[in-house]
């Protein structure tokens, strides 16, 4: 059965797994964990994204050698008109992430589910977006991008409103919501 690790090569280290589960850096293969699947060990890379930064798949040859694994993520493609329109109807011409309206001409299509983190480009992955929301999103995921704008708001309003009674008031009960 074929094996995959982490691997970073500049600095000869392999991600293992502590007793207790948490991501550690391992100095030799036989400590190294061994993920089933390229997209198993892709995946646990994307959930520790800070601890596994710059470790790359490999797969464990027969013989004991390392070969990288490719990225396998879906190109960016070109949509048809036909498929623009199907895309741009699901929201009614609207940015699927602020509301706001958007011109047929000058939306831009937003993978919800980000090609680098394992999206596809099928029509229910792909959305309608004003330019601003899909800089701002880039390549995270919709929850994730959602407690970032959350998180920005309520500062923002706290350094603007922080003397004012009401926003205090308005502050404790959106905390408690969000």
């Known amino acids: 059965m074929i094996q995959y690790v982490l691997y970073k090569e500049d600095a000869n280290k392999y991600i293992g797994y502590s007793d207790t589960r948490k991501v550690i850096h391992v100095g ?15 995946n646990a890379r994307k959930k520790a994204s800070k601890k596994m930064a710059y470790f790359h798949v490999y797969m464990l040859m027969d013989n004991g050698e390392l070969e990288k ?6 190109k960016r493609k070109s949509f048809t008109k036909e498929e623009r329109i199907k895309i741009y109807r699901k929201t ?3 940015c699927y992430l602020c509301g706001d309206f958007v011109d047929f001409d000058s939306y831009e299509i937003e993978h919800k589910v980000p090609l680098s983190k394992g999206g596809t480009n099928d029509l229910s992955n792909l959305f309608c977006s004003c330019h601003t929301c899909n800089l701002i999103k880039h390549d995270i995921y919709p929850q ?6 959350s998180k920005i708001f309520m500062f923002q ?3 603007k409103n922080k003397k004012c009674l009401k926003w205090k008031i308005v502050h404790k ?3 408690r919501m969000i």
């Open 69 to 74: 694994v490719s990225a396998n993520t879906p």
């Open 144 to 149: 994730d991008f959602m407690e970032k704008i």
């Open 92 to 94: 009614k011409g609207h």
């Open 28 to 42: 030799k293969l036989e400590n190294a964990y061994r993920f089933n699947t390229a997209n198993e060990a892709r």
């Open 157 to 159: 309003m706290r350094i």
């Open 173 to 175: 009960v959106l905390s």
